[in-house]
């Protein structure tokens, strides 16, 4: 199988390559893929036309993403946008990685896929943007929100 790994060099990206070293992994780096140039994200999809597409990246820097908001939405919400986008036209799964900050924290116990969504930052609303926008896509795609890694 090939599975394209965005955010290859990161911390679950790094955890992945290695795990799935049996399967023909296509590592790239934010050096090899700018996720902010969605040109080029479409381009790479389309030359290595993978089987399976787990897109690890993201703009993580939460206090810099209320200066950057603009990077922000287009690491967090168009790059995967553009994934699923491909996925569904390769009609292959997508695996996204999100994050608990899409809730605001208030809450008691843990959080589970149905309770609402109330981020109190521009990180928390670019990733909900993008999970939002991939569900919108539709296709087979997996979206995981980690709270800590």
């Known amino acids: 199988m090939k599975i394209l790994i965005t955010g290859a060099n990161g911390q679950v990206g790094t ?17 090899e ?17 993978p ?6 990246a993201a703009y993580t ?14 690491i967090n919400y168009n790059a995967p946008k553009v ?6 036209e390769l009609k292959i799964p997508f695996i996204h990685f999100s994050t608990d900050y899409v809730f605001d ?17 521009i990180y928390g ?4 943007a993008g999970e939002k926008a991939i569900q919108e896509i539709g296709g087979q795609f997996y979206i995981f929100r980690t709270s800590w890694v």
Do not use: W
């Open 61 to 74: 820097n939460v206090d810099q993403a209320e200066k950057e908001k603009d990077t922000a939405f287009l």
């Open 105 to 121: 924290g208030m809450r008691k116990r843990s959080y589970v896929e149905t309770d609402h969504t109330n981020p109190l930052s």
């Open 125 to 128: 609303q670019s990733k909900l």
């Open 33 to 49: 893929c700018d996720l902010k140039n969605i040109n080029q994200i479409k381009y790479i999809m389309d030359q290595h036309k």
């Open 51 to 56: 089987d399976l597409i787990i897109n690890s």
């Open 83 to 88: 994934m699923a986008e491909k996925a569904l």
């Open 15 to 31: 955890a992945l390559v290695k795990t799935l070293h049996d399967h023909n992994v296509i590592p790239l780096t934010k050096e």
